[in-house]
């Protein structure tokens, strides 16, 4: 069985990538390696988890051409956004078209961008979440793939629903990465397929 080769985008901490990886050791995903960590920052606290399993770690420094140069050369067949906090031109998106998830930590369509666990508590809402999405050209936009969903309460800052935020990307964002390589999910076109199904609406995890 020929593997599928992943990219995967950091900015900051990367405890997704971590995660992955040992949904990878684990045999949670399986027949996928991760060719390459790549970086908008190169004091990213994630790149030691790179490091640590010996994969190659490329600096961005805005050379998205360089960067798709490789995942064409190598076969690469998924890019996994997974904490990538620079908005990636559109003519690169719009290259790999189908092949890039990014991982959100709001219940999108509600708060794209920045601050979204500040935009909740603000509002009031009694629930959040993250959302795995296929990632197109328009920032946080693109068929959700599957979403999980956290309770907020009276006593949730910003900090404690970070973290409960986390706790359900670790669950979701491996999922969607195992669906992907097992071809149970696939984007054609505008629309997101599950099993060969058109969905109109992410699977949720509760
Ligand atoms: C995650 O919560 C991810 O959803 C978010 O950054 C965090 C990275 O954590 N991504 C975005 O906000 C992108 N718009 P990590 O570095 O520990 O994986």
Not at 109 to 114: E, F, R
Not at 153 to 161: A, E, H, V
Request: proline letters at 3%; aromatic letters at 8%; glycine letters at 8%.
């Amino acid at each position: 069985m020929t593997k599928l080769k992943c990219m995967v985008f950091i900015s900051g901490n990367g405890s997704n990538l971590k995660n992955i990886l040992s949904n990878i050791e684990s045999g949670f995903i399986k027949d996928v390696t991760i060719e390459y960590v790549v970086s908008d920052n190169k004091n990213a606290n994630g790149i030691k988890h790179a490091k640590e399993h010996g994969i190659k770690v490329l600096y961005i420094d805005n050379n998205y051409k360089l960067i798709s140069g490789l995942i064409k050369e190598m076969g690469i067949g998924l890019v996994i956004l997974a904490g990538y906090m620079k908005i990636i031109p559109k003519d690169f998106m719009k290259m790999h078209d189908g092949i890039i998830i990014n991982i959100h930590p709001s219940l999108l369509p509600k708060y794209k961008g920045l601050d979204t666990h500040k935009k909740v508590l603000d509002n009031g809402d009694n629930h959040h979440g993250a959302s795995v999405h296929f990632a197109t050209e328009e920032l946080d936009s693109g068929p959700v793939i599957i979403q999980g969903v956290v309770k907020v309460n009276n006593n949730d800052d910003i900090s404690s629903l970070r973290g409960k935020v986390h706790e359900v990307e670790y669950k979701i964002l491996p999922l969607a990465i195992k669906w992907f390589s097992e071809n149970i999910v696939s984007k054609h076109g505008d629309n997101y397929y599950y099993q060969g199904e058109k969905r109109t609406s992410p699977i949720i995890l509760l």
